[in-house]
């Protein structure tokens, strides 16, 4: 009963916070509040923190030098305030996996797993995209590796991808603290990097030509991210 009171405390001063200081729209907020919910389910603290860390390193990057990137055209619209959508397409499949850990507690690692692998994809994804507009020096198609447009869909950079990488480090890194230290560590970095390399793909070919919108690119994304982790449980696991 404490635990759900503190629980519930936490979640409704981050979503107090997020809406007055613009970083969601309050359905975004309300959505976000059920999402850490199903993530306490599943994976206890140790989701809430997840969640948390994620939400952290994607504010501040999307608001790192953000005069830099509107005069560049390349900040979020919106004053990069996220909505409902966006929080589903970020978290969703991890809201999903803890939910299912919930539910089927026999098999709770491996979906706590997948919770990760998916964060971790959408993480390497905004700190890639945020960061790497801001510090890479050269810019490339993901598929021809020619020169290209910075901030275009399926646009990458050298030191875009090595900050993605930073970031799914951290999140396997929040996992392992809350979870323990084992190969899972390394399943849910390789998540982040392949995730956001399929996220890289998807942006250089179906979205550029229209057929996928933001929204729909980065739940892709979280899904090759936990699906990564589960062909690692398959091949290698139970841990």
Sequence with gaps: MLSWFVVLLVLGAGM?????????????????????????????FTGLALLAVFFLLGSAASAWKRLDKQRLGLAEANQGRRTA??????????????????LLPAHAQFFQLLLAGSLAAATADTL?????????????HILTLRPDVRGR?????????????????????????????????????????IGNLADSVLGATLERQGMLSNNAVNTLNTLVGAGTVALCYALFGPL
């Design 16 to 44: 107090t916070y997020s809406v007055r200081t613009g970083k969601l729209t309050l359905l975004g907020a309300a959505t976000g509040g059920l999402l850490g919910v199903l993530l306490f389910l599943g994976a206890g």
């Design 85 to 102: 959508a966006q929080a589903l397409a970020n978290a969703g499949v991890a809201s999903g996996a803890g939910l299912l850990s919930w």
């Design 128 to 140: 890639s995209s945020e960061l790497g507009n801001v510090y890479g020096r050269r810019f490339y």
């Design 153 to 193: 869909d399926g646009v990458v950079s050298l030191e875009g991808t090595a900050l993605g990488l930073v970031g799914s480090a951290i999140i396997a890194s929040v996992y392992s603290i809350g979870l323990g230290w084992h190969w899972g560590f390394g399943w849910v970095l390789l998540a982040g990097a």
